[in-house]
C-alpha cells in the first residue's frame, strides 16, 4: 500500500472509533421488519405530529442526516430511513427494483406511525421520494424537499468523466472506487461519525444491488411530470450545475416552488453547510405545516426569494 494508501485508512480507522458513542448520544434506533421479512431501520429525533422524514441517496446510511436529526429535532419529529442493505438494515441478496423499494418506504412510514410530513429525498433518494408518491398516493404529505438530483428539467445535465476506471466487481477495485466515492461527495471534512458511515454503508451494499440502484426505468421526463403534478411546496436545494433545472421549476411551479443553490458545498451541502440547510428547512416546513395542499399556493407566496441565485 502506497503512503496515501496508509493514510487513508489510518484516517477511516481513526473515525471509527468515535462513531457508536456519537449516535447514541443524539438519536435513538428503531428497527421494524417489512412485508417480505426484511429487518430494516430508521433514526428518530424530536416528537410531535409534523414529521420531517429524510430519505438518503445511493449506498448512503440514515446517519448522513444526523446534523439534520440533532438541530431539526428541537422543533419537529425528525426520521431518517436505511433502505434495505444500506446502513445499519439488513442486506438483501434479493431484489432492489423500485417496486420492493417503494413497499419498504410504505412499510417504514407505516412502522413509524407517520402523519402530517414533508418527505426529503437525496441524490438518488430524490427520484425514490418522487417514484414513491406517484406510486402510492399520500394523503398525509406537506411539502417535499429534493436535494442535489436532476428532475427532469431543462436540459440533461452534462454527466461527469470518472477518473476510475476498471471492474467495481473485483473486491479490491471496489473498495478503491467506492472510499473515492465517498470522500468525493464532501467539499470540506464531515464530522467523523459521518464520515466512518457513509463509507461503512457503501462497502456493505452488495455489487448487485448497487448496479440495479442505478438502473432506473423510466425516462428524465417521468420525474418532471410527477413534481409538476404536486400541489404541495417543493424545495429545491442544488449546486449551481442543476441552476437551470431550478429555474425551469421556478417558472413551472410558482409560488409553490422555493429553490436554493449551494455555490460553494459538495454534494452533501446539508453536510458542508448545515447551519443554512437546517435554517432553510426549517423555515419551508414550518409554512408547508402551515397550509393544506389546497392552499400551499398562498400560503407559499409570501416566502423570501431564493438565495444563492
Keep these: 500500500m502506497n503512503r496515501l494508501g496508509w493514510h487513508r485508512l489510518l484516517w477511516w480507522l481513526g ?3 468515535m462513531s457508536t458513542s456519537t449516535l447514541a448520544a443524539n438519536l435513538s434506533a428503531h428497527f421494524f421488519t417489512t412485508r417480505d421479512g426484511l429487518r430494516l431501520h ?3 429525533a424530536g416528537s410531535g405530529p409534523q414529521t ?3 430519505i438518503p441517496g445511493w449506498l448512503m446510511p440514515a446517519t448522513v442526516f444526523r446534523l439534520q436529526l440533532k438541530a431539526l429535532g ?3 419529529r425528525v426520521l431518517a430511513f436505511d433502505p434495505r442493505s444500506q446502513g445499519q438494515s439488513e442486506i438483501s441478496r434479493g431484489s432492489h427494483d423500485p417496486a420492493r423499494r417503494m413497499a419498504d418506504m410504505e412499510d417504514f412510514l407505516q412502522a413509524a406511525g407517520v402523519g402530517d410530513y414533508v418527505l426529503a429525498g437525496w441524490s438518488l433518494g430524490v427520484l425514490e421520494v418522487l417514484d414513491f408518491i406517484e406510486r402510492k398516493p399520500q394523503s398525509g404529505l406537506r411539502g417535499l424537499i429534493l436535494i442535489d438530483n436532476s428532475i427532469g428539467e431543462g436540459t440533461p445535465p452534462v454527466a461527469r468523466a470518472r477518473k476510475s476506471r476498471g471492474d ?3 473486491p479490491k477495485f471496489r473498495e478503491h472506487y467506492l472510499t473515492n466515492f465517498c470522500r468525493s461527495i464532501f467539499a470540506n471534512p464531515p464530522p467523523a461519525d459521518i464520515a466512518d458511515a457513509v463509507l461503512r454503508s457503501a462497502l456493505q451494499v452488495p455489487e448487485s444491488a448497487a448496479r440495479e440502484l442505478l438502473s432506473q426505468p423510466y425516462p428524465r421526463t417521468y420525474w418532471r411530470d410527477i413534481v409538476a403534478r404536486q400541489e404541495v411546496p417543493v424545495l429545491y436545494a442544488i449546486r449551481p450545475r442543476l441552476r437551470e433545472q431550478g429555474e425551469a421549476l421556478q417558472i413551472r411551479k410558482g409560488s409553490l416552488a422555493q429553490v436554493e443553490i449551494f455555490e460553494q458545498a459538495g454534494h452533501t451541502l446539508f453536510v458542508d453547510e448545515p447551519a443554512r440547510f ?3 428547512t426549517t423555515d419551508f416546513a414550518r409554512r408547508a405545516f402551515m397550509s393544506s395542499p389546497d392552499g400551499a399556493r398562498s400560503a407559499l407566496s409570501a416566502r423570501p426569494p431564493p438565495s444563492g441565485n
Design 168 to 170: 467495481r466487481s473485483d
Design 52 to 54: 420531517i422524514v429524510f
Design 278 to 280: 437546517n435554517a432553510m
Design 15 to 17: 473515525i471509527g472509533l
Design 42 to 44: 430508521y433514526l428518530e
Design 74 to 76: 428541537d422543533e419537529f
